[in-house]
């Protein structure tokens, strides 16, 4: 049997697994699927690298997330494991190049976004791959329930014939009980087997305030508390603001958006990270991949549109297990906006077949023709064309791509990469007269590893920095040497793609079929109905609220949210009623007892129990029947 915790201490340092990450570890290492169900910070990485180290042969791993996939190879990189990643956006040489790496060098670690598991060139280099196991990254994505479905990660289950008794693990934080038996289900998984650690976070005092007022609110809230913060915003033009109200009140702060260059994402990403400023305001682009541990503070400065979203971004703080909190602010117009968002989010299906139609002519597609075709997309030019909202906009491609019509990728992280054409014996037989090309080159070589063999990514401002030359200069001097063959140099692309899978059809014949929208938008509803009622409920445990919609039974209250709280100081002897309540349902854990027999069990009177028992009826966690109270199971 192979000596996981060997592997652990070897390459991470740890003596020890943290929560089920064992036990997911040694299901895997025994060749049987599996779905683990970690809450954020769990430890994911660890519980599908572990056991793929301690296999021969290539680990597949499928996750959406495209920052997420470039860090996790960056990391594993640099503890001397081979490893590559494939997504939209790659030239077809630097996918080629990525493959045959993955077939003949020896790699550990294959991440693909979902969109390329169906191409034609994966599915043949796939063949020749010696894969050891498939891991499915933020898996609730395969479901139809999940509460970000992509439809591409359908494909998974075709790899799965391609690759029969391979493994798979699946793993997410975000899955109701719906969504845990679907993941199985289109998975294809050979017998049921679900790990699950709790999702409650004792550590974590959820609270939601009311508040006109909300940037006086996160003032007062930041200055009566100490250490590092997350405030999310929905709006990107919002975390500009908000980092610039923090800033004038001596609270230091930065902001973080999908739309801000790549260098300038990593600097802000590590001064926080390193704590050179306190807060970090941010969309929900900020947070994948993100492990620090001591953030003490989590304010929603909207409120999300699903219970999903919100415990993951919510679960980055307290990572450290110390006391921590999450704060959501609201006011009246919240609920009109979270109302709206249904119709931003479904636009009418005519609204989506002409948005599919103007596609076409933006791209002066014949009848007939498109499929196969990539696109870069401008949305700003594309709605400006033709008098289109943005959020419509990409809604409707969100949709188009779910009716298979197209495939829209909002991944706007494709950062610079080169790779040099010659051999290294090649270049240095080259004698170059103009001594900046000389010098980049000698920085390049100096900068980078492995640009012989595939491409790296780089920045143009460091290689600017340490040659001394200005960034226009390197950019030229890039091009000039991919021009003359020695290199060949991609510049970075701030751009969505468009990608069609059908050949174009005529609007009027574009079917967008119930479970692509009329069930989407009602599980979308469902999920803001949550949201709403989270937000208004002011008599049960937020804890509790949030564990009961991921399926999971708390007998008891969390004692520390705002709703706790207010009724400690409401009730007195609410500490010794939570203390009745919790001994009558451990007493009832094994079989129905009468009040007598109850008594009798826990030592306590009948009348201090009755009214426990009445409590937890009117809750619906106990039935009466037969003059016997038992558990609602």
């Known amino acids: 049997m192979a000596d996981y915790r060997e592997i652990l201490k070897r390459y991470w340092g740890y003596d020890n697994f943290r929560g089920i990450q064992e036990e ?116 609730h994505c395969i479901s139809q329930w999940g509460y970000d479905f992509r439809p591409s990660y359908l494909k998974i289950s075709e790899i799965r014939e391609l690759l029969p008794g391979v493994p798979v693990l699946a793993l997410t934080a975000t899955a109701t009980p719906e969504v845990v038996k679907d993941i199985q289900t289109c998975l294809k998984f050979r017998e049921e087997n679900v790990l699950r650690m709790s999702f409650e976070r004792k550590n974590l005092a959820y ?31 919002r975390t500009k603001e908000i980092s610039a109200l923090l800033e004038r009140h001596e609270i230091t702060a930065t902001f973080y ?104 002519y933006y791209y002066q597609m014949a009848m007939g023709d498109g499929l196969g075709c990539m696109f870069a997309f401008n949305i700003d030019e594309f709605c400006r064309n033709f008098k289109h909202y943005p959020v419509q906009t990409d809604s409707a491609l969100k949709i188009l791509t779910r009716a298979g019509y197209l495939e829209y990728t909002d991944e706007q992280d494709n950062g610079s990469r080169l790779m040099f054409t010659l051999r290294r014996d090649e270049l240095y037989a080259i004698h170059e007269q103009n001594p900046d090309i000389e010098r980049l080159l000698r920085v390049i070589l100096r900068s980078y590893t492995g640009v012989f063999a595939d491409y790296v990514y780089i920045s143009e401002d460091m290689l600017a920095s340490r040659s001394g030359l200005t960034r226009r200069e390197v950019y030229d001097a890039l091009v000039l040497l991919s021009r003359r063959r020695i290199l060949h140099y991609i510049p970075g692309k701030k751009t969505p793609y468009i990608i069609y899978t059908r050949e ?85 854990a094994d079989s129905p007892l009468s009040l007598q027999e109850a008594a009798h069990r826990t030592g306590i009177p009948e009348e201090r129990l009755l009214q426990a028992a009445n409590y937890l009826l009117a809750e619906e966690r106990l039935v009466q029947q037969d003059g016997k109270l038992g558990l609602v199971r």
């Open 257 to 360: 958006h999908a739309g801000l260059a790549d260098a300038v994402k990593d600097e802000r990403q590590k001064a926080w990270l390193a704590g050179q400023c306190r807060v970090m305001v941010a969309t929900n682009a900020f947070g994948m991949g993100i492990d620090k541990p001591d953030v003490r503070l989590v304010i929603h400065a909207d409120v999300p549109d699903s219970p999903e979203a919100y415990f993951q971004e919510a679960g980055r703080a307290g990572r450290d297990g110390r006391k921590a909190y999450a704060v959501l602010l609201f006011n009246e117009r919240d609920k009109v906006s979270l109302k709206r968002r249904v119709s931003d989010t479904f636009p009418e299906k005519e609204a989506v077949r002409k948005i599919y139609e103007d596609i076409n």
């Open 24 to 139: 997911i570890v040694r299901s895997v290492g025994e060749g049987r699927d599996t779905l683990g169900l970690m809450p954020t910070g769990g430890g994911k990485s660890v519980a599908f690298q572990v056991p793929a180290l301690a296999r021969p042969g290539l680990c597949l791993v499928v996750t959406p997330l495209i920052a997420l996939m470039k860090d996790q190879v960056q990391n594993l990189r640099k503890r001397g494991i081979k490893a590559a990643a494939v997504y939209s956006g790659m030239t077809r040489e630097e996918i080629v190049v990525a493959l045959e790496n993955c077939i003949f060098g020896d790699y550990k670690f294959l991440y693909i976004s979902p969109e390329r598991l169906s191409t034609e060139i994966f599915r043949v280099k796939l063949r020749k791959m010696n894969v050891s196991m498939i891991t499915v990254d933020e898996a």
């Open 207 to 237: 609270v939601v305030r009311r508040a006109e007022d909300k940037e006086g609110e996160m003032l007062h809230i930041l200055n009566s508390m100490e250490g590092s913060a997350i405030v999310y915003t929905r709006n990107r033009r």
């Open 504 to 588: 174009r059809q005529e609007a009027s014949r574009i079917c967008i079929g119930k479970e692509v929208y009329e069930d989407r938008k009602a599980s979308y509803e469902r999920r803001i109905k949550a949201m709403l009622e989270y937000i208004s409920d002011g008599a049960h445990c937020r804890s509790r609220m949030l564990l009961r919609y991921f399926g999971e039974k708390s007998e008891c209250n969390c004692g520390q949210c705002d709703v706790c709280l207010q009724q400690k100081n409401a009730e007195p002897g609410k500490d010794e009623f939570d203390e009745v309540v919790c001994k009558l349902t451990e007493a009832l």
